[in-house]
């Protein structure tokens, strides 16, 4: 079992940057992909971008290609989520999560979830 927890959200203003952290517990760590998800009020939740298992593969939405960076530390069971250039559209709950199906977008395919770290990006 893999448990998740986000960090690193907050308030900031459009064009600057931000890194989410995710900090995972369990010793099967590095045998999960892990992906970010974010959902916005009244929005459904959205594939944000993941990477494999050994961080080989990764995989990115289009409205974040370019500016997002995922990465993953296996020795200290963390995922990041470097975001550059922020946009107000960017605003949302993000979610980190562990699944055996490598860099997959589908929300299903992931078994564990953090409870989520909220962005707010100002215009």
């Known amino acids: 079992q893999v448990q998740l927890v986000e960090f690193g959200g907050g308030l900031v203003q459009a064009g600057t940057s931000l890194t989410l952290s995710c900090a995972a517990s369990?010793?099967?760590?590095?045998?999960?992909?892990m992906a970010w998800f974010r959902q916005a009020p009244g929005k459904e939740r959205e594939f944000v971008a993941a990477?494999?298992?050994?961080?080989?593969?990764?995989n990115y939405a289009d409205s974040v290609k370019g500016r997002f960076t995922i990465s993953r530390d296996n020795a200290k069971n963390m995922v990041l989520l470097q975001m550059n250039s922020l946009k107000p559209e960017d605003s949302a709950v993000y979610s980190c999560?562990?699944?055996?199906?490598?860099?997959?977008?589908?929300?299903?395919?992931?078994?564990?979830w953090g409870r989520g770290t909220q962005v707010t990006v100002s215009s």
């Open positions: 999560a562990a699944g055996r199906t490598s860099v997959t977008t589908r929300y299903s395919d992931y078994t564990y």
């Open positions: 990477i494999s298992w050994s961080g080989g593969s990764t």
């Open positions: 369990g010793r099967t760590f590095s045998s999960y992909a």
